[in-house]
């Protein structure tokens, strides 16, 4: 290989991202900063000389994933490739994740990325016999000592839990030119017993709404009309500068011009005011949707989660939701099988899907996390009363979808335009509920992405819309 291809694909990557919207989006922000620094990304590990994997440690089917891969393309070592683990199993694993995948050079945590060039350096720097490899990247970092001609450099950049910076960036590479996220607080500080997310990502920190809404400006002036604003819990928000609550900082964003779509996501029950239903009222900008995780109807059973709510406090606030002048559509997360879950508490979270009436359930089966209270509970629930319970719960929430679907029938909404399935002739356009329209356009338009049209509601499925656009 001549000296100039060698040299290309050092600085190449590929960067591969599990999880959730958050990891998407630092993932953005990672190949921002990469760009920045001269790399080129590229779409497979083959044509790469860096291959990076943002992770997740959420259940443990999304971890093993992360382990499966690299011991997929662990022979490209030999090639002189280098991997690096990122994000929530870098966090959680450590360095452990070196021994578990030895052609691992860099792990790191989502609150160090942004030392991520100084660490990709001294990983790709070419090595001297002899010489001392020294220095700390991270907050901890290893790869000290004497270092062999041609021996991996390790480095670890792993963040202590007291960590107060947020990864802002202006060299974020938002993948759509139409919509995006501005991550506003990091971390959380809630502790639920199941959840891995305070030990992987961190205490509760909040941007300053100046901060925020400079970047959403700066979106705005790009061309961007849809903005999503993320958090673990992102309703926790407490302005760093003490200016803004969160409801102040959803207005305030939904009111710059250009702007025409606001979310947000994800919210907890214990922090969600009345003046969040409030500034979706007030503000049109604002989306007629909010994602409020219920995790289980059983009082008994939220307790064992320690979600500090009870099923009654978690219906007042839907309660608040649905006497709004808008029809505001709510989803939310349920975890099913938790330790000691009997048929009555299982029974409680199939009434309370009734009693709300959601638009879209994301569930799960209880996977048991390191470091977290619940691993310890007794009362286990076998894989195969999970894999039940779960189906239960999909085939009841189907039929809550299919009539809330149909109810829709006849309504003219408004559409982000996303894209067009040529195979079935239909543009795929998103509504301000977060649904999916696929609709059919009079001939001679041609909706194109990112823009705004009217389509009428003509046929309705469990999990989609289908119409017509109105002109
Ligand atoms: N912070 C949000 C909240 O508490 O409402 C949720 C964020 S969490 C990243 C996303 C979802 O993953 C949770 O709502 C929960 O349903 C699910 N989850 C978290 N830990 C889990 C576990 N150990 N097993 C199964 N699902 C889990
Ligand atoms: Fe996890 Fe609970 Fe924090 Fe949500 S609130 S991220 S479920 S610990």
């Excluded at 011991?71 to 994000?87: E, I, M, P, S, T």
């Excluded at 390790?154 to 839990?161: A, F, N, S, Y």
């Excluded at 939220?302 to 839907?318: H, N, V």
Aim: hydrophobic fraction near 35%; charge should be neutral; proline fraction near 4%.
């Amino acid at each position: 290989m001549s000296g100039v291809l060698e040299n290309d694909t050092q600085k190449t990557f590929y960067l591969e991202t599990f999880g959730c919207q958050m990891n998407v989006h630092d993932s953005e922000k990672v190949i921002g900063t990469l760009v920045h620094e001269g790399y080129r990304r590229v779409e497979t590990v083959e044509e790469a000389g860096l291959i990076l994997y943002n992770t997740c440690s959420i259940r443990d089917k999304a971890e093993q994933k992360v382990f499966h891969r690299l011991a997929d393309y662990k022979k490209l070592q030999a090639q002189g490739k280098r991997f690096g683990v990122l994000g929530c199993v870098a966090q959680q694993e450590g360095e452990k994740i070196f021994e578990r995948a030895p052609h691992v050079s860099l792990v790191c945590g989502s609150a160090s990325y942004r030392k991520l060039p100084e660490m990709l350096a001294r990983i790709e720097a070419p090595v001297q016999a002899g010489k001392t490899e020294a220095g700390t990247t991270g907050s901890r970092t290893t790869g000290a000592g004497k270092r062999e001609a041609g021996e991996l450099v390790r480095i670890t950049g792993l963040d202590d839990r007291q960590t107060d910076e947020c990864f802002e960036t202006e060299f974020t590479a938002r993948s759509n030119p139409h919509r995006g996220y501005i991550t506003i607080i990091e971390g959380c500080d809630k502790f639920c017993s199941y959840c891995v997310v305070p030990f992987t990502r961190g205490k509760e920190r909040s941007r300053t709404s100046d901060s925020v809404l400079a970047e959403a400006k700066r979106m705005a002036d790009a061309g961007y009309t849809e903005i999503q604003l993320l958090g673990q819990n992102v309703n926790s928000y407490k302005d760093s500068a003490g200016k803004k609550s969160f409801a102040e900082l959803l207005a305030a964003v939904g009111e710059i011009p250009g702007i025409r779509r606001v979310r947000f996501t994800t919210s907890h029950p214990r922090d969600f005011g009345r003046d969040i239903v409030e500034a979706i009222d007030a503000v049109p900008t604002l989306c007629d949707h909010v994602h409020l995780p219920v995790q289980t109807g059983s009082n008994r059973m939220l307790d064992a989660m320690q979600r500090l709510y009870t099923r009654e406090q978690y219906m007042e606030r839907i309660a608040w939701i649905k006497a709004a002048k808008r029809q505001i559509s709510i989803t939310t997360d349920v975890i099913v099988g938790f330790p000691g879950e009997t048929e009555d508490d299982f029974a409680e979270t199939l009434s309370l899907l009734d009693e709300v009436g959601y638009d879209s359930v994301f569930s799960f089966k209880y996977s048991p996390r390191p470091n977290t209270p619940s691993l310890v509970l007794d009362d286990a629930i076998p894989d195969e009363e999970k894999a039940r319970r779960l189906e239960v719960m999909m085939a009841r929430q189907k039929g809550i979808q299919t009539t809330r679907n149909q109810k829709q029938l006849g309504e003219i909404l408004e559409v982000m335009v996303e894209g067009k399935n040529e195979t079935r002739g239909q543009w795929i356009g998103r509504t301000s509920q977060n649904k999916t329209l696929n609709f059919t356009a009079p001939a001679g338009t041609n909706p194109t992405p990112g823009t705004y049209v009217s389509v009428i509601a003509t046929a309705s499925f469990p999990n989609s819309l289908v119409g017509e656009m109105v002109v």
